[in-house]
């Protein structure tokens, strides 16, 4: 199967963004300017966010949004600086300048209000995952079926909507709790996002579990200051790259432990 080709329509679009795009930047290219004059990228990461951003052995972040991250320091020619920050705090960390660019950023139109949005880059979703042996493909086939999930989280909001009458919903105070309850046998199957699930497939090995079917989707965006419309052409282009290369789909078999799915990076 080609990733090329199914990624065709994704990188075309692109393509009208940041055609002629030059990083030897044209007069609006304030951020491009300053960031190649200072020789450095900063960018707002969480830091304890795995499999998208967490440290290493050595102390340093790695993960999806470091492999992107670095992607775009290197097409800018500049040193990546990782600065940790908060659900409460990147938004002013990047009005106030302290950082270029945020990393997984969920699309919202009061979001939108404040900042600007760069393409997709990583599918966030929530996804029902059981046993490779279990026959589950769609939101019918959970009738009959025991599934753990967080108690109040858009997860459990998402199951309850979709599961038809007779599912037997197990619900847990946290995403440890779930994962147990699936992988002791405890219930059948369980709804979490990606990025939880990404531990489970990568460690499961006598059950082995894989993604069923998707309850919803809203990918993750790259987040800069309005008007930086050089910077945002310069991280489309390089997400487009990625795409057109496979890097990104390298990316996503490593740390989400699945191929990535073009259609996950549409909002």
Not at 14 to 34: K, R
Not at 61 to 79: E, N, S
Not at 119 to 140: L, N, S
């Amino acid at each position: 199967m080609s990733l090329h080709r199914s990624v065709k329509s994704s990188i075309a679009a692109l393509a009208l963004v940041t055609a002629g795009f030059s990083f030897i930047a044209p007069a609006n290219a304030d951020a491009v300017a300053d960031i190649q004059a200072a020789g450095v990228l900063n960018v707002g990461v969480f830091a304890d966010f795995p499999p998208f951003s967490s440290a290493s052995s050595d102390m340093s972040l790695k993960g999806y949004d470091m492999d992107v991250a670095q992607a775009i320091a290197d097409a800018l020619k500049v040193k990546l600086n990782p600065v940790a920050v908060t659900g409460q705090n990147r938004i002013p960390y990047l009005n106030d300048h302290r950082v270029e660019l945020l990393m997984s950023v969920g699309y919202s139109d009061e979001r939108a209000e404040v900042i600007a949005y760069a393409a997709a880059y990583a599918p966030y979703y929530i996804a029902v995952i059981g046993p490779a042996a279990t026959d589950v493909k769609e939101a019918a086939d959970l009738a009959g079926k025991s599934i753990a999930v967080n108690k109040g989280t858009l997860e459990d909001t998402s199951l309850t909507e979709a599961a038809p009458e007779g599912t037997d919903i197990k619900r847990f105070d946290n995403y440890n709790s779930v994962i147990q309850a699936f992988i002791s046998g405890q219930t059948d199957l369980m709804v979490v996002g990606n990025d939880v699930g990404a531990k489970v497939l990568a460690k499961q090995e006598a059950i082995k579990p894989e993604q069923k079917f998707q309850l919803l989707s809203s990918p993750s965006h790259i987040g800069l200051n309005k008007g930086e419309d050089a910077l945002k052409a310069a991280i489309n282009e390089t997400i487009a790259k990625m795409i057109e290369d496979g890097s990104l789909n390298t990316s996503s078999q490593n740390w989400l432990k699945v191929d990535l799915n073009p259609e996950n990076l549409k909002d």
